[in-house]
């Protein structure tokens, strides 16, 4: 009886730290692929602040935002 107990105790730990690897894995993936972030939503934030970007702007701020994220 205690041997059993023990048997799903176990699993259920192996399984929760499986499954956290499996998901924090596919999350960093999808965000590669999906960035949050782009130069159109930075473009769009420095309008609505009343400052019209160029292009140099926009790539300085994702430079920076690259170098946040590492």
């Known amino acids: 009886m205690l ?3 023990l048997l ?7 399984g929760a730290v499986i499954g956290f690897f499996l998901s924090r894995l596919f999350m960093k ?3 590669q692929k999906n960035p949050p972030i782009n130069e159109t939503v930075i473009s769009n934030l420095m309008t609505s602040m009343g400052r019209k970007p160029n292009s140099k702007q926009i790539k300085q701020v994702m430079a920076q935002m690259n170098r946040m994220n590492k």
């Open 3 to 5: 041997h059993d107990v």
């Open 8 to 14: 799903v105790l176990i699993g259920l730990i192996i």
């Open 29 to 31: 993936k999808y965000l």
